[in-house]
């Protein structure tokens, strides 16, 4: 079965930026979704398809995806960005949808 | 306004059964395709069970694949997930989520409802 790997933590400092990779086979070839969970709340859909945002969501984030590695963007971090971040995709050969285990977030 | 309600939740013993709902609003229901996912405590995302929309058929994860059942009830506009032979590692908050029409990346969630299997 298919396989995402994340960094179980990313620290950031306010104002900064905050890079969280997520990692499978040719990943590159599939496309990538982000969701930001903070505690106690249902997940939230920051990016899809790689890079594109829903229009509620600040531009802050962004996307990208090449290779092996698929990759969040968080520019002039909040302290209200502080949450788990879990990529998505969807494993064709299997018809499953695949999470990433997860990145917690820390705004220093 | 999209809206996604679970309910049905509680506690339940090892090998019993439960019933979960979503009910929705604000949307067309029967365009859309749905899907249930689960958190256990303290961990992260786990995808149960997708449904494609009205002519779509159901795909499950290999750890529910045989004892659970998804379907939808296009008229009230409600997702069903039945869960016989349920485990303590069932144990977990289950999400029910609509996807955009063009992709079928989760888009709406709904605040999930607390399975508990326990003795």
């Known amino acids: 079965s298919y396989v995402l790997t994340q960094s179980p933590s990313v620290s950031v400092a306010p104002g900064g930026t905050a890079i969280i990779t997520c990692g499978g086979s040719?990943?590159?070839?599939?496309?990538v979704h982000w969701f930001q969970q903070k505690p106690g709340q249902a997940p939230d859909l920051v990016v899809y398809d790689d890079r594109d945002r829903p229009s509620r969501i600040p531009e802050r984030f962004s996307g990208s995806n090449s290779g092996k590695t698929a990759t969040l963007f968080i520019s002039r971090v909040e302290a209200g960005d502080e949450a788990d971040y879990f990529c998505?995709?969807?494993?064709?050969?299997?018809?499953?949808?695949?999470f990433g285990g997860g990145t917690k977030l820390t705004v220093l | 306004e999209v809206r996604l309600l679970e309910s049905g939740g509680g506690l339940v013993q090892p090998g019993g059964s439960l019933r979960l709902s979503c009910a929705t609003s604000?949307?067309?229901?029967?365009?859309?395709?749905m899907s249930w996912v689960r958190q256990a405590p303290g961990k992260g995302l786990e995808w149960v069970s997708g449904f494609g929309d009205s002519g779509g058929r159901a795909y499950y994860s290999d750890s529910v694949k045989g004892r659970f059942t998804s379907s939808r009830d296009n008229l009230n506009n409600t997702l069903y997930l039945l869960m016989n032979s349920l485990r303590a590692e069932d144990t977990a908050i289950y999400y029910c989520a609509r996807s955009m029409l063009t992709t079928g990346v989760f888009e709406f969630w709904g605040l999930g409802t607390l399975v508990t299997v326990s003795p």
């Open positions: 604000g949307f067309t229901f029967k365009n859309y395709a």
């Open positions: 040719d990943i590159g070839s599939k496309s």
């Open positions: 998505q995709v969807w494993d064709s050969s299997s018809a499953h949808w695949v």
